[in-house]
């Protein structure tokens, strides 16, 4: 048999005040009604004493929110890479006094349609819809009928939907930088994609706005790339066989691998030429995966602000919900473009940069 709840009437009786009085103080309207601050204290202490706790349901039905927020994924809650998204999302949302309700997809597009509707049939107050990869995606019907946001992800199609994503191209600057401050000007190579903004992976924000800012960083130093090789897919084994092509025709100083599991490729190729890293080839790369730091000698890397992505998510949402509290649905502007907030990645300056050679 579970304990009986504690409810307001129960805290009113012990601080010897009426319900109404009760309420007004643990609503946080005491001061604005001139309850005294003696009566606030005895409230306050007798419902810590008590261990109340509101009745969340009753809330929501006199105040017309739910206080949770539905975050719908493609694989970012099974993903170990991006898990802290999830982590700074629940953690932002706690703050706030909301719950998170987490579904994934899979990328099924009914399941994504269920799951939405899912959430819309519990009337969550947001909706947050993600993806694990930085990708372009198509807006489900329906969902700019409520706050919602994009996260990790832009729309294929024009929304009204604002974006959270990491800030791709001023990460491909700061690994540009990274190279240029250690002197690097001749032989730098691209492994993963490029030169030509044609050759990146298809429906890859992270490819074209990474090589965009490799290009513009490296450019205005009026630095060439000396040549590149693309990838079929980010992984370890590309990275070795595309490194392996290039060693076969030249002599890189320095590289910018596309992400840590290319340059962990590129790291044995070097090693079957009989090359060391940074010693004879400094390398860059982006991401921060575990394996960065695992690396030997550890990988210099542009961090995914997973973290700081799933908060700025929910920041976004709740000028979202407010700005729909304040607005006519009926009248809202849905032609409005979403505005797109970049998230910075940060610099790991680890042990794979060294001086160019003068």
């Not at 204290?41 to 206080?67: C, D, F, K, M, W």
């Amino acid at each position: 048999m579970s304990p009986r709840r504690v409810t307001l009437a129960d805290v009113a009786k012990a601080a010897g005040v009426s319900r109404p009085t009760a309420s007004l103080v643990l609503s946080g309207r005491g001061r604005e009604l001139r309850i005294s601050q003696d009566v606030e204290q005895r409230v306050l202490r007798a419902a810590e004493e008590l261990q109340y706790r509101p009745n969340i349901v009753s809330v929501g039905l006199r105040t017309g929110t739910s206080r949770t927020i539905g975050f719908v994924s493609d694989t970012v809650a099974t993903s170990r890479l991006a898990g802290d998204m999830i982590k700074g999302a629940l953690e932002a949302a706690r703050e706030r006094g909301f719950m998170l309700f987490i579904g994934e997809t899979e990328g099924d597009a009914e399941l994504e349609r269920l799951l939405l509707q899912a959430m819309h049939d519990r009337q969550v107050d947001g909706l947050i819809l993600a993806s694990m990869f930085t990708r372009t995606i198509k807006v489900p019907k329906g969902i700019t009928g409520a706050p919602a946001v994009l996260l990790n992800a832009l729309p294929k199609q024009p929304t009204p939907l604002p974006a959270v994503i990491p800030d791709e191209a001023e990460a491909g600057r700061r690994a540009a930088h990274v190279l240029l401050d250690a002197g690097h000007r001749d032989d730098i190579y691209l492994i993963g994609a490029g030169p030509r903004l044609r050759d990146v992976p298809a429906q890859s924000v992270a490819a074209v706005e990474r090589l965009v800012g490799i290009r513009e960083a490296l450019g205005a130093a009026g630095v060439k790339v000396a040549g590149a090789r693309t990838c079929p897919d980010w992984q370890p084994e590309y990275g070795l066989a595309a490194t392996r092509d290039l060693l076969q025709t030249a002599r890189p100083r320095a590289l910018i691998c596309f992400n840590d599991r290319i340059a962990m490729g590129a790291y044995q190729a070097l090693d079957d030429f009989g090359l060391k890293v940074p010693a004879d080839v400094s390398i860059v790369s982006f991401d921060d995966h575990p394996l960065a730091s695992w690396m030997r000698p550890q990988l210099t890397t542009v961090a995914l602000p997973h973290y700081e992505l799933g908060r700025k998510a929910v920041d976004v949402l709740f000028a979202e919900i407010d700005r729909f509290a304040e607005t006519d649905r009926e009248h809202a502007d849905t032609d409005r473009a979403g505005e797109v907030h970049r998230v910075p990645m940060p610099v790991r300056s680890r042990e794979s940069v060294s001086p160019s050679p003068a």
